[in-house]
Nanobody, 128 residues
Framework: QVQLVESGGGSVQAGGSLRLSCAAS????????MGWFRQAPGKEREIVAA????????YYTDSVKGRFTMSRDNAKNTVDLQMNRLKPEDTAVYYC?????????????????????WGQGTQVTVSS
């Protein structure tokens, strides 16, 4: 069982920055690929970024490339999402997710929008 708790959401003006963090419980954190998803009102949940358990394979959706950076610290059981140059269209509830994988470079089912565990979400609001 893995429990995920997000933090760091809030309100910011366009062009600003926020850093989201996700703390995971459990001793097998390094066996999980991790992802950040978001869901805006009236829209489907979409993947924002995903990282392999080795940290060497990172995926970003096109709309955040060059602005967002995902990282993980397996010793601290945390994953972060640094969000820079935020836009109003980044406004959404952001969710942390974990998917157990067998390969160090694998992203599991995250790119299909599936995960074994989900956090409760944290609101990010970007005003113009």
């Amino acid at each position: 069982q893995v429990q995920l708790v997000e933090s760091g959401g809030g309100s910011v003006q366009a062009g600003g920055s926020l850093r989201l963090s996700c703390a995971a419980s459990g001793r097998t954190f390094s066996s999980y690929a991790m992802g950040w998803f978001r869901q805006a009102p009236g829209k489907e949940r979409e993947i924002v970024a995903a990282i392999s358990w080795s940290g060497s394979n990172i995926y970003y959706t096109d709309s955040v490339k060059g602005r967002f950076t995902m990282s993980r610290d397996n010793a601290k059981n945390t994953v972060d999402l640094q969000m820079n140059r935020l836009k109003p269209e980044d406004t959404a509830v952001y969710y942390c997710a974990a998917d157990r994988v067998a390969l160090s470079l694998g992203l599991g089912s995250l790119l299909r929008g599936e995960a074994d565990y989900w956090g409760q979400g944290t609101q990010v609001t970007v005003s113009s």
